[in-house]
């Protein structure tokens, strides 16, 4: 068997994911490996294919023992032989594991590191056939990381005490540089094939919402996404079970899980969720390190997280099966001060000097800083994360809620050159209030207090609010022309690019919502954009009624198979593949092995009850199960966009991005506008009420297809290029540097380029 038959056959994908081909490829070739891909992006299988590939067996090691059994369980599922070791088996058990294994059964074995040191083991490893070891949350490696396991430093030692060393592969979801090297170098890795995928997940639509009532926010998007399992994220204890309550008086279907609750109900709640009898869980960050379970539809976060590190890891739990999920934050000002609370009241590591312990605290501010700016910003939520992690978007990726949003850019670098002379003027001593009350000219005791009357910018903005003013300040905080101590004061400076504004080489734009909103985040309206947008892709806009019927009796002789094997009803099928059967309606074996995640396996398992249930349903009669075209729909599931598809008692579908040729003629060209500036320039033009926002991605993609630039991985990473004919046709490639100090590349699109890009939109 080869690489793609082994995919096929066993875990029934027809083609490799991005970047997982490449690390395969390396391993079969003998090549140590270290795959850095966000969570979902599909990890197991680079190590999965390669270790039923090569001779002898394959040890993961892991330190999530549910996630062991949940693997483990899948594996089996699939046909694949393969076992745990951990401390969740008898004493008995795991002797038995091991004659079994000694005896050549498994191929794969899952193992948590405590196990590698114990003489059973070791027995057991230096005798038998081991092709390769994987180490799984390789970062628990790094001193560096949020989840150092000394345990896995005893990983090396083993290796060491086996007659012959196997090809290591390590995985992981953090990225940064620390960790990375700190993880070649402890575990040894010999000239390995770093990869780093790109760690923009594009089935998740990110939103931030800043609703006035946020229970009554979540109680209607549960309500509006019945049936859709679920994640919502609260800061403390008390927000879950309050949230909890709230929600299971109104007979929403949920659960709970924190440090709180005894071990008995932390097992059984998970279950619950799990096994989606409760498919809604409210949770504290406790929850989820370990939950593969692959048909979560949304995380709500309910309050914000402490870092964006950590907010992405936490929305990544949506949409694992590559189907759309939406990742909404709800923001308020009051969440600011929750989280400098709990960072106030964290208890320190005894281990620390007062230096480190300083060190520490400042890092976890900036981070917090970080998460913040993210609640704040209007521009591409995507690309803002993109770009923390290092990574170069497209400007803008039109799938979350600033790009979706209608916003108006407003020039306030008047008011923003006000603020830089206050600022210099106090020379650095105040915070942001102290700053915006003093250029209002407020009066109130604290500023008399200060004597701040005396500044000659005292009420120098005094036609403005306080939080007009807060809200130019945070806009120039983002953008780097002002900055904060890193303390917990956070005093304002200007920096370097401060001169730029004050000389007015660099503007200061605020957008605001237009004045007709399409999204209105008041707590009455429907939450009509987030929804409406992405609502497109649900699965009641993929299939007809008479489809959905269909998928509801799948649905539930998949929960009865679930229940006669006890496994979790999506390790049978995702709720993907029975979309996909619905579309497909096969009545054979052959039809049925070409539905996506239906493999050799798993049908010789469950096909004939899932052919049985659909010849039932339609008495073997050939009908059309879906709204659209069967061929668009399967091009890309992720991204289909189906006239009809929008449903009753929703406004009229927008067309596609294009311009009228007096549209055109008013585009305002420049001698440089990167891709967010070129896509905004042009959504400025259309007609906001009939025709759809193009975005940065968008353009950058047909400028690929065009053949003017691609995107390919260069020592691991993900990079763009332009072609001789990109930039004959005046696309240039420029490196930026982002305010974490990571350097990206952007592309930028000359005049030249500007009116070949107009041109293909214009409508005649
Ligand atoms: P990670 O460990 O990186 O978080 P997983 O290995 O759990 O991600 O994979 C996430 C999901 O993607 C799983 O449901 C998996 O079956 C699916 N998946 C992985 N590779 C592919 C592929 N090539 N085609 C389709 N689905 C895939
Ligand atoms: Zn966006």
Request: aromatic letters at 10%; one cysteine or more.
């Amino acid at each position: 068997m080869n690489k793609y038959e082994v995919l096929k056959k066993f875990f029934g994908y027809d083609s490799f994911r991005e970047g997982q081909e490449i690390l395969i490829d390396a391993l079969l070739g003998g090549k140590d490996v270290l795959g850095i891909m966000p969570t979902g992006a599909g990890k197991s299988i680079c190590y999965q294919v390669p270790a039923l590939l090569l001779s002898g067996i394959t040890l993961v090691i892991s330190p999530l023992i549910s996630l062991m059994k949940d693997q483990v369980q899948a594996l089996n599922q699939a046909g694949i032989h393969a076992a745990y070791i951990n401390s969740s088996l008898t004493e008995n058990q795991i002797t038995k594991a091991l004659q079994l294994a000694a005896q050549g059964r498994y191929k794969i074995i899952y193992v948590a590191p405590e196990r590698l040191e114990t003489y059973g083991f070791l027995e057991f490893a230096r005798g038998a056939d081991i092709s390769m070891l994987t180490v799984d949350e390789a970062h628990c490696i790094s001193q560096w990381g949020q989840d150092f396991r000394p345990s896995y430093l005893k990983i090396v030692q083993f290796i060491k005490q086996l007659d012959k060393r196997p090809i290591l592969s390590a995985f992981t979801a953090t990225a940064t540089e620390n960790v990375k090297e700190d993880i070649v170098c402890v575990l040894g890795l010999h000239n390995p094939e770093v990869l780093v995928t790109g760690f923009d997940r594009k089935n998740l639509y990110f939103a931030v919402e800043t609703p006035r009532k946020k229970d009554e926010f979540v109680l209607r998007y549960i309500r509006e996404h019945e049936g859709e399992s679920g994640i919502i994220y609260c800061a403390t204890r008390k927000n879950v079970d309050m949230l909890y309550e709230k929600l299971a008086a109104q007979e929403i279907a949920i659960t709970r899980y924190h440090a709180g609750l005894s071990n008995e109900e932390r097992r059984r709640n998970q279950e619950d969720f799990i096994y989606d009898t409760c498919p809604v869980m409210a949770a504290t960050n406790a929850f989820g390190m370990g939950i593969d379970k692959s048909n979560v539809r949304f995380v709500i976060h309910y309050n914000m997280p402490q870092s964006l590190e950590n907010y992405y890891q936490e929305a990544g739990r949506a949409g694992r099966d590559g189907e759309p999920a939406e990742c909404i934050l709800l923001y308020s000002a009051q969440d600011v001060v929750i989280n400098r609370f709990l960072l106030d009241s964290k208890e320190e590591n005894q281990d620390f000097t007062e230096e480190e312990a300083a060190a520490v605290r400042e890092r976890d501010e900036e981070r917090l800083r970080t998460m913040n700016y993210y609640c704040l910003t209007k521009n591409c939520l995507r690309e803002y994360v993109l770009r923390y992690f290092g990574e170069s978007g497209n400007g803008d990726c039109g799938n979350c809620s600033n790009c979706q949003r209608e916003y108006e850019s407003m020039d306030m670098t008047d008011a923003a050159k006000k603020i830089i002379t206050c600022i210099q003027e106090m020379r650095g001593r105040y915070g942001i209030n102290v700053v915006a009350g003093t250029l209002t000219g407020d009066d109130r005791a604290k500023l008399r207090e200060y004597g701040v009357a005396a500044y000659a910018s005292y009420g120098s903005l005094n036609e403005m609010t306080e939080a007009g003013i807060k809200q130019i300040i945070n806009q120039m905080l983002i953008e780097g022309s002002l900055e904060v101590t890193k303390d917990k004061y956070a005093l304002l400076r200007t920096t370097g690019r401060a001169e730029a504004v004050l000389s007015g080489e660099e503007r200061v734009f605020i957008k605001e919502l237009m004045k007709t909103p399409v999204y209105e985040s008041d707590s009455n309206s429907r939450m009509a954009h987030g929804v409406s947008a992405s609502s497109k892709k649900r699965i009641s806009d993929i299939l007809n009624s008479r489809g959905l019927k269909l998928f509801e009796q799948l649905r539930s002789l998949r929960v009865q198979i679930a229940k006669e094997e006890s496994v979790p009803p999506y390790i049978i099928f995702s709720d993907k593949t029975l979309v996909d059967m619905c579309v497909k309606t096969p009545f054979s074996k052959e039809e049925m092995l070409h539905v996506n995640g239906v493999g050799e396996n798993k049908f010789a398992r469950y096909g004939e009850r899932f052919l049985q249930e659909i010849n039932e349903f339609t008495s073997g009669v050939r009908e059309k199960f879906y709204f659209g075209e069967q061929e668009e729909f399967q091009s890309d599931m992720g991204r289909i966009q189906m006239g009809n598809g929008a449903g009753a008692g929703r406004k009229a579908p927008k067309s596609e991005f294009c311009l009228s040729k007096e549209q055109a003629e008013n585009f305002l060209y420049a001698e440089k506008y990167l891709a967010a500036e070129l896509a905004e320039k042009l959504n400025d033009l259309r007609d906001a009420d009939t025709v759809k926002k193009i975005s940065g991605a968008e353009i950058f993609r047909r400028i690929q297809a065009e053949g003017y630039a691609k995107e390919e991985y260069r020592n691991g990473m993900r990079k763009k290029s332009v072609s001789a004919a990109g930039e004959a046709a005046g696309i240039l490639i420029g490196m930026r540097m982002s305010k974490n100090g990571t350097e990206y590349e952007d592309i930028y699109y000359c005049e030249k380029a500007q009116r070949m890009i107009v041109e293909w939109f214009v409508s005649t």
